[in-house]
């Protein structure tokens, strides 16, 4: 493809993400147990937010929409980060047990604190998850070191998830606190029951993620033609590896603060958008996945709230429906990677 | 060789490309290398041949900044790589392995540009200077013409030139190439032999190469040997490609499949007559 060839496929792949977006957020704002016309929803954006549906609207689908915009988009981008990690397109926040990782140290801080009579702010349910996202990553890190081959890190990073899973399963079983009823819909991967404040502080936590993911596009760029050639045309490659863990640890530990965890996003929507894109660059990819999560996640949403009426679906049934024949998809298609000088 | 090519490389000589001074190497503590001294000058091909295991890659390696705790010294025309910054050294020394990257969706340009890596600032955005350089890159490793395609559906012997232009384009004073040739056929190891020879002709940049083809070595100026992690010997081909060297250096045990062996790889040299 020519430079020009390729300028006009990114525009065209962003305007249509961008169209997508627009479509799905206005789907989900209108459609819903409650069905509102897109008339309904226009008056209450615009004009007087005090009517039944500007109450549904603003305490109910806005939060909700922008949730699994943000935190689809910041899931997606922590797959990539991994991905570019690893040299290895099956590596994602969900496999590598690291949402599970986050989800089992919220379960715990929340269940503590309730106990203690005083349920937990945003911050701190991020620095847990953060917290149980880090032991998750460093265990399976630990593990890949030691074997070095990507089969056993996924393999071990899947039963480090449902390790994680079975002992925060356990945890709410005993925890016998009215208040841990909640705790099962997160605990399976949910966009529901996020309000307004918590929108705020995780938008202001990806925010600053994400920007930045940006200020690492140049090193990480160079970093996937393997770590040689990164090392020979100047990167600092240590410092280039702290800060993608850091950095999709935070990612994806927020996510999994807020709506648990959810499935297969890091991996099939980086893998879409590389597909659609046609490139790796970095300075493409990031923003393109993140919108990307935000598009699918805004669609799995849609339908789990609306399929089975009134009954919601958990978010990562749906995800996996939609995400796993991806993932199958690539194994088949992955050639037999060629390692330089590892 | 003859003399007006030994005169033409000796312009703006003097310079040393590289020195090594006693080098020691290795992981942890493990060590690999002992007591390596050695320089090349500006625009000198030199080869690097021993048996497997013997600290050839360890040496382009620890020169390569990828094994920062070693002792002894490393100098790039003049500058002790201790005190260059990441950058610094990318702009004076490039690299290149035998195997390739696989770069799923990544044009043969999008790899090439990757070389401007320590030019330019915070975003990778090139200027006209790096574009000047991209193409002249691209012309010199002859991709000029596959410049736009994805680089996993080349062949591997274009693969390797993109990784040389790649390697072209950082403008090094010291170019390291890791069995370069390995996973090509004789046409395309010719041919790239062809490209190294170009390029330390016209920019003067020095090359060392470790070489698992021992044929392959006749293209350098010079020869080092390495053995068990020690500098065995050094010389021109004329004075390494012998049975003797070659035997020594390799362990090989006198026989008749030896002979065989030997006759093959020095062929039509005088060292022939000498089996």
Not at chain 1, 28 to 43: E, I, K, T
Not at chain 1, 115 to 124: D, E, I, K, P, Q
Not at chain 1, 316 to 323: D, E, K, L, R, W
Request: net charge positive; proline share 3%; charged share 20%.
């Amino acid at each position: 493809m020519t430079e020009k060839e390729r300028k006009n496929r990114y525009i065209f792949s962003f305007v249509l993400l961008a169209l997508l977006l627009g479509l799905f957020g206005v789907l989900n704002l209108c459609m819903g147990s409650v069905r509102l016309s897109a008339q309904d929803v226009a008056n209450a954006l615009f004009y007087c937010a005090d009517t039944p549906a500007g109450d549904i609207l603003f305490r109910i689908r806005m939060p909700r929409l922008l949730s699994a915009m943000i935190l689809g988009g910041a899931l997606s981008v922590s797959g990539f980060l991994l991905q570019t990690f690893f040299h290895n397109p099956i590596a994602g926040p969900f496999v590598l047990g690291i949402s599970s990782g986050a989800k089992l140290m919220v379960a715990i801080f929340m269940i503590l604190s309730l106990r203690l009579g005083n349920a937990l702010n945003s911050w701190t349910m991020i620095a847990a998850a953060f917290l149980g996202a880090m032991l998750a990553m460093a265990f399976v890190l630990a593990v890949a070191s030691y074997s070095g081959r990507i089969s056993v890190l996924i393999i071990c990073g899947v039963l480090t998830g449902y390790f994680c899973s079975a002992l925060t399963e356990l945890f709410i079983t005993f925890a016998d606190d009215s208040d841990i009823v909640n705790l099962h819909g997160w605990s399976q991967g949910s966009f529901s029951g996020i309000n307004g404040s918590n929108v705020r502080v995780f938008s202001i936590v990806i925010l600053f993620s994400v920007s930045a993911v940006f200020l690492i596009a140049k090193p990480m760029e160079a970093f996937q033609l393997g770590e040689a050639y990164a090392v020979s045309s100047g990167v600092n490659v240590k410092r280039l590896r702290i800060c993608l863990i850091l950095l999709s640890g935070l990612l994806s530990a927020t996510v999994a603060a807020f709506a648990g965890p959810v499935s297969f996003v890091g991996i099939a929507v980086p893998q879409l958008m590389r597909n659609l894109f046609k490139t790796e660059k970095p300075i493409i990819m990031i923003p393109a996945s993140f919108m990307a999560g935000g598009v699918f996640c805004l669609f799995s949403d849609l339908i789990s709230r609306v399929v089975f009426a009134p009954t919601e679906l958990s978010i990562s049934v749906v995800t996996s429906i939609f995400g796993t024949p991806v993932v199958i998809w690539m194994m088949l298609k992955k050639q037999k990677e060629v390692k330089a000088w590892d | 060789m003859d003399d007006v090519k030994k005169a033409k490389r000796g312009e703006g000589l003097g310079l040393k490309a590289i020195e090594v001074r006693k080098l020691c190497s290795g992981y942890g503590q493990r060590r690999i290398l002992s007591d390596i001294s050695f320089s090349i000058k500006r625009g000198e091909r030199v080869a690097l041949i021993g048996p497997n295991g013997t600290g050839k890659s360890t040496l382009l390696k620890t020169i390569a900044g990828m094994i920062p705790d070693h002792t002894g010294e490393i100098s790039v025309s003049g500058k002790d790589v201790r005190s260059l910054t990441d950058n610094e050294r990318a702009k004076l020394i490039s690299l290149m392995l035998s195997k390739v990257p696989s770069g799923e969706w990544m044009t043969v340009r999008e790899i090439v540009e990757n070389g401007r890596y320590p030019y330019t600032g915070k975003f990778g955005i090139l200027s006209d200077k790096d574009r000047d350089a991209v193409e002249y890159s691209l012309k010199t490793a002859d991709v000029k013409d596959i410049a736009e395609k994805f680089f996993k559906t080349l062949s591997d012997g274009q693969k390797q030139r993109v990784m040389f232009a790649r390697a072209v384009c950082q403008e090094p004073e010291l170019m390291l190439l890791d069995e370069p040739t390995s996973f090509l056929d004789i046409k395309y190891k010719t041919e790239f032999m062809g490209l190294i020879e170009g390029l330390a002709k016209t920019k003067g940049t020095a090359m060392l190469m470790s070489l698992h083809e021992l044929y392959l070595a006749e293209y350098a100026d010079r020869i080092l040997c390495i053995k068990d992690g020690r500098l065995f010997t050094e010389g021109s081909p004329e004075d390494i490609l012998k049975k003797d060297i070659i035997m020594k250096l390799y362990d090989l045990k006198e026989g008749e499949q030896t002979d065989r062996f030997l006759k093959g790889v020095l062929r039509g040299r005088g060292a022939a007559g000498e089996i």
